[in-house]
């Protein structure tokens, strides 16, 4: 009997047909990974620096700032970066790799997308002054930035003032 049961094993195997979509070439499995792969949309590369400057933070309410920005905006809060204007022009979006995934107000993790609108007395050269939003409080989850340098890249440009509700669209 010992020698009858691997023989019988044996001969199973040699004669079963496997189901008829096994015998095809289509793998449903691997066509569904591979259709999710296609439809996603491409990471793109992370921008080149153009500049690596010393970050500084500011908040509402310290004196000496206010409400709007150089442009005549409000400041928005995560976004709005006060620049030296001989160095990076008004209006630029800059894309700040070090702030990437930084908790943002609304809760959301910051993309690293912040608006040169501002412009500051101690603003020259190489340093970029962060604003993170009402009151004291608001630096804390940057503080590690505070004086470091960062790295900046110039992504894009924009019209009119920033706006705290929708993404940056770099163009």
Known sequence: MKRILPCLAALALG???????AQS?????ADLIQDALQD?????????PD?????????????????RDSLGC????????AIDRAMIPRR????IKETVGLPMPDGSVHDGYWYASDIGGAIK???IDLFTGSGRGSMAPMMKLNMRAVTVSKVGT??????????????
């Open 92 to 95: 630029t979006i800059l894309f």
């Open 15 to 21: 004669t079963f047909t496997p189901p008829a979509f």
């Open 74 to 81: 409000p400041t928005v809060a995560m976004r709005t970066a």
């Open 51 to 67: 500049w690596v400057l010393k970050a500084s933070l500011y908040h509402g309410g310290a004196p000496g700032v206010g409400g």
């Open 125 to 127: 050269g190489n340093r």
């Open 158 to 171: 924009f019209e009119g003032c920033p706006k705290a509700d929708r993404k940056i669209a770099a163009r």
């Open 25 to 29: 070439a289509v793998d449903p499995i």
């Open 40 to 48: 996603s949309a491409p990471v793109a590369p992370e921008p080149t």
